[in-house]
């Protein structure tokens, strides 16, 4: 029996994109939002705590407006992958990316390859 196909695939390396099942570009517009997306894309698990999101993306805000910021982010991910939205998941503490419902492209490396070429 064939496994059904990811909900979404993230492109990783060249352009950022997420296209969704059907090949259409669900790509949120926002840059802080789309790097929130790719940093969960690319974590271990595909998680994150808010707190390590929102020091990385909203560092130069105040605390409040920085989780303010974040749970602008989450709105407009959740928006734009409309009947998807669920791919994203949150509570308090942390925001995650289902591991069931999507695939990470970056040219056939691994997440953790990729992630080693961001630093070198």
């Known amino acids: 029996m064939e ?9 990783l390396i060249g352009p950022f994109a997420i296209i969704d099942h059907e090949g259409r570009d669900i790509t949120p517009r926002g840059q802080k939002t789309c790097a929130m997306l790719a940093i969960l894309a690319l974590s271990p698990n595909l998680r994150r705590s808010r707190k390590w999101l929102q020091d990385k993306l909203w560092s130069e805000r105040a605390d409040a ?5 974040l749970r602008q982010s989450l709105a407009e991910a959740r928006r734009t992958f409309g ?3 669920d791919i994203i998941q949150s509570d308090h503490f942390q925001i995650s990316l289902s591991t069931d419902d999507i695939a990470v492209d970056a040219n ?4 953790e390859q990729a992630l080693r070429l961001q630093h070198t």
Do not use: D, E, H
């Not at 496994?3 to 492109?11: G, V």
């Not at 407006?65 to 910021?69: D, K, L, P, T, V």
């Open 3 to 11: 496994s059904p196909p990811n909900k979404i695939s993230f492109q």
């Open 65 to 69: 407006q920085g989780s303010a910021s």
């Open 83 to 85: 009947p998807l939205r």
């Open 108 to 111: 056939g490396l691994s997440p």
